[in-house]
């Protein structure tokens, strides 16, 4: 079985710009969460999306978004980069349990 | 915000020894604590979890205990292994699981 798939693995841009990630969870997991970490900190709640609609999302702006597509596979589009965006991001897959499969996690940096 | 907290951010223990991981919350709507375990460069791996209905849970060498009038969780690791070197955090959430707090994690390292 795959597991949680996470493109690309490393990330540049610069600030202003838009970055796009992507998620795969392990087949027949419904749910993605996303989460950042930033240095120094633990992992910050993004959103939550389950069946194809967003169901959660934390305390950030809404130039973070996203999408969950048909084969359950989502990406976390942040817009307007700034600096502090540079962390890792996250994503983890779940079906019905509270247990969330992580993947290995996408570095953004923004200069 | 912190909701969930691990006040000690570094642990070290001899193999063959018991290692404590302790965890906070301030949430009393919290019914589901989980633990992750994270290697470096990959993403963490569900280790253990309890439900708020439980004040432990154990799965051979590792226990999770929940103490919930003091808001506090902990991890046990008997006998603790060099492998178990990682950083662990501990995580959170309400019922139905729409949201999951984590912790800012303790990296546990194992001397042999």
């Known amino acids: 079985e795959a597991g949680v798939t996470q493109s690309p693995t490393h990330l540049i841009k610069t600030r202003g710009q838009q970055a796009t990630l992507r998620c795969s969870p392990i087949?027949?997991?419904?749910?993605v969460y996303w989460y950042q970490q930033a240095l120094g900190l633990g992992l910050q709640f993004l959103l939550w999306?389950?069946?194809?609609?967003?169901?959660n999302r934390g305390n950030f702006p809404p130039r973070f978004s996203g999408r969950q597509f048909p084969n359950y596979s989502s990406e976390l589009n942040v817009n307007a980069l700034e600096l502090e965006d540079s962390a890792l991001y996250l994503c983890?897959?779940?079906?019905?349990?509270?247990?969330?499969?992580f993947g290995p996690g996408t570095r953004l940096t923004v200069t | 915000d912190q909701q969930v907290k691990q006040n000690s951010p570094s642990l070290s223990v001899q193999e063959g020894r018991i290692s404590i991981l302790n965890c906070d919350y301030t949430?009393?709507?919290?019914?589901?604590f989980l633990w992750y375990k994270k290697y470096p460069a990959e993403g963490p791996t569900f280790l253990i979890s309890?439900?708020?209905?439980?004040d432990k849970n154990e799965d051979g060498r590792f226990t999770v205990f929940l103490n919930k009038s003091a808001k506090h969780l902990s991890l046990h690791i008997v006998p603790s292994q060099p492998g178990d070197s990682a950083v662990y955090f501990c995580?959170?959430?309400?019922?139905?699981?729409?949201?999951?707090?984590f912790g800012t994690g303790t990296s546990l390292t194992v001397i042999p």
């Open positions: 983890a897959g779940a079906r019905g349990t509270y247990e969330q499969y």
């Open positions: 087949s027949g997991h419904t749910s």
């Open positions: 999306y389950d069946e194809g609609e967003e169901r």
């Open positions: 949430n009393s709507m919290f019914d589901y």
């Open positions: 309890i439900s708020s209905i439980k």
């Open positions: 995580a959170a959430s309400t019922w139905g699981g729409n949201q999951f707090y």
